[in-house]
Every structure is written in C-alpha cells, then in structure tokens.
C-alpha cells in the first residue's frame, strides 16, 4: 500500500474484534471507536445486559454488530467457559482488546490473599489465557493485533495497590514476551498506558479532595483523561498503521510520565 493510502489503513471494515470489559468506562469508548473504524465487536464484561445494552445500541448505530457475553474474568472456570462459547461462533478474531481490569484499594500490609489473588486473575491471568486462545487463531492466519490496557502503575508503584501495580507491571513484561513470539508471525502485541481517566475506577480517587488535587497538578494537560482520549490510540494499534509496531507500551497521560 502507498504512503499516500496511509489513511485506509486506519480502516477496519470488515474486521471483528473482541473486547473485554466493554460496558462502560475505556472498554466501552473502544467497542464504539472500533465499530466506527468499521469493525464488528464482541463484547464480554462481568455484568453486560442481555442484548449487549447500552455498548450494543452504540455499536450497532455504527451500523456494526454486536455480540455480547457475560463472564467473569475472576473464575478460570468461566474464563473456559467463554472461550468454549467464543470457539463455537467459529469466527476469526482479527482484534483483541485486552481492557478488563479492577482494582482493589488497601494497604499493602493489609491487604489480603483474596484481594491479591482476585486482581492478579483478573488484570493478568485471563489476559494471558485469552490472547493465548484468540491469539492462536491469529497465528494460524498469520494475522492480528492485541492489545492490553497497562496503566501509570506499569511505571510507577502507586499507593494502596500493590496487586493492581504487580498486575499492571505484569503486564508490560506479558506484552513484550508474547510480541518477541509472534512479531515474526505476523500478530502484533502491544500495550496503551493511559494515565488518570475518569471512570468508576478511579472513583475513589476523584471523590477525595486532596489525592485528587495533587493528581491534577502533576499532569502537565491539567485535566483529568476521558475514555474517550484513550480510544485513538488504541485504534492506531489495532490498525494497519501499526504494522511495524510491536511490544510497545504507548502512554495516553496528558503528559503524567514527562515530569
Ligand atoms: N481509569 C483509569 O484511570 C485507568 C488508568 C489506567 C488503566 N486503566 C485500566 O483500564 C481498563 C478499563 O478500566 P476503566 O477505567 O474503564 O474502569 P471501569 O469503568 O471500572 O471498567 C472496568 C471494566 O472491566 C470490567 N470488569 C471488571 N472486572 C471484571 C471481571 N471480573 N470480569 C469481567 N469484566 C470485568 C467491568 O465490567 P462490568 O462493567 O460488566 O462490571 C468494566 O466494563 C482497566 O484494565 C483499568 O485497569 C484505567
């Protein structure tokens, strides 16, 4: 393709992506930039309404389709369950959106087995158990892009957090392994690093006044992120455009990682 075409190759009609985590807060914003972009999406989230609910409407006014499945990320045994569904509709993920993640937020001296083991299953587990069965089919086709949600705590230890910073962490050294695997072959495994997005996750953040302020005066942007601002990277590295680009770990921060 010609240099002066570069701009189909942001186009991804006729392309089906997976995303996880798709009914609200980033997940969502991608599932709708990628019908935008042209792609039909499959949707998996802990809590998704039959239907695929509001993220399906939002799809499907893109004129794309939507499917949509329930899963908890957090129980291995759904994790196979949704694989064994995901296999029997027999179609090719060209896309995986890796966005699911939680958080739990305690001192690290306090906090307990069951919060570690949860996050760590959720944010990095069924991470690696889903790109490595969706990934497989890519490699058969000798073709895809997959892509994982990292965050600041990918850099940095964070406070309160100490399974979220090991998964995220975790997760930089996930995408980096699987792309020294499959660059070769012709899958591309890459990670966006947004900074601090206003969503449900960092709710807790956002309502108390002084953590939120002294988050604010250190981004150079001096506001907050949208899941919106996170969605055009995320599509550049779904994209043809992003054929050459692999194991890296693009930041979306306003700026956060430059100071
Ligand atoms: N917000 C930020 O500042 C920020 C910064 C860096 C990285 N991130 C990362 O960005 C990703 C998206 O987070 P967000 O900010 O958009 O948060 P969010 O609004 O809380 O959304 C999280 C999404 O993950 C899904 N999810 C959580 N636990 C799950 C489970 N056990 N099984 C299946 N799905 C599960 C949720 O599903 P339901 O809606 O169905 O419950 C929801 O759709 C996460 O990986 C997060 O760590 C966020």
Partial sequence: MSIRDLGARFDLAGQTALVTGCRRGIGRAAAVGLAASGANVVGVSAALEEGGGDVGEDVRACGRTFLGFRCDLSDRDSVY?????????????????????????????????????????????????????????????????????????????????????????????????????????????????????????????????????????????????????????ILFLCSSAADYVHGSVLPVDGGWLAR
Avoid: C
């Fill in 81 to 233: 369950r949704l694989l064994a569904e995901l296999g029997g509709l027999a179609l090719p993920f060209d896309i995986l959106v890796n966005n699911a993640g939680t958080i739990a937020r305690r001192p690290a001296a306090e906090h307990s087995d069951d919060l570690w083991d949860r996050v760590l299953e959720v944010n990095l587990t069924a991470q690696f158990v889903l790109t490595r069965e969706v990934g497989r089919g890519m490699l058969h086709r000798g073709a895809g892009k997959a892509v994982f949600v990292a965050s600041m705590l990918s850099f940095q230890g964070g406070i309160n957090v100490p399974g979220y910073t090991a998964s995220k962490s975790g997760l930089v050294g996930l995408t980096r392994a699987l792309a020294n695997e499959w660059a070769g072959q012709g899958v591309n495994v890459n990670a966006v690093a947004p900074g601090y997005i206003k969503t449900d996750n960092t709710r807790a953040l956002q309502d108390d006044p002084e953590r939120s302020a002294d988050i604010l005066a250190r981004i150079p942007a001096r506001r907050w992120g949208t899941p919106d601002d996170i969605v055009g990277a």
